[in-house]
């Protein structure tokens, strides 16, 4: 009987994948992000904007709408682009990294306390004798996967 009571006076729900949703949230709204990085990809604003959609709709019991959801997701791409990483003993670039930045804003209706707006930003190395237009796609796509479960994470998971 404790059990249920313990249980019972949790705040959020509890679904397998560790996600804490108010059991009053039955939406969720991803905007698309806009891409405000100096350098664009175009393809870059739609693949992260249906990977957010994606991920709430196969990981929650929550509908994806276009607008005015419980849960309310918006942000822009603030950045794009590649740097040197390393520098081999000869002065030349020995591995460059490829980083994307998104600011986001997270507006949840039935719990402002869990609002919150933050950039997060991820990277991955490469070779510098690779050409970047020949890696780009996959490391992009990777890095995609990585932002998206943090702003998930950020989101609706609190561990």
């Known amino acids: 009987m404790s059990l249920l009571v313990v249980l ?9 994948t560790g996600a804490s949703i108010p059991p009053n949230a039955k939406t969720v709204s991803v905007k698309t992000f806009p891409n405000y990085a100096s350098t664009v990809n175009p393809q870059l604003s739609q693949k992260l904007t249906d990977e957010l959609r994606n991920m709430f709709s196969s990981q929650t019991s929550l509908v994806v709408t276009n607008s005015e959801g419980d849960l309310q997701i918006e942000g822009e791409i603030t950045g794009y682009g590649t740097r040197t990483a390393a520098v081999s003993s000869s002065d ?4 460059n990294r490829f980083t994307i930045t998104i600011k986001v804003k997270f507006t949840n209706t039935c719990d402002p306390d869990a609002d919150f707006e933050q950039s997060f930003s991820r990277y991955k190395d490469y070779n510098a004798a690779q050409d970047f237009s020949s890696v780009e796609n996959s490391l992009m796509n990777q890095i995609v996967t990585e932002l998206v479960e943090d702003v998930f994470n950020k ?3 609190n561990w």
Not at 8 to 16: A, I, L, V, W
Not at 92 to 95: G, I, R, S, V
């Open 8 to 16: 019972g006076g949790c705040k959020g729900g509890y679904s397998f």
């Open 92 to 95: 030349e670039a020995a591995q």
């Open 155 to 157: 989101s609706v998971v």
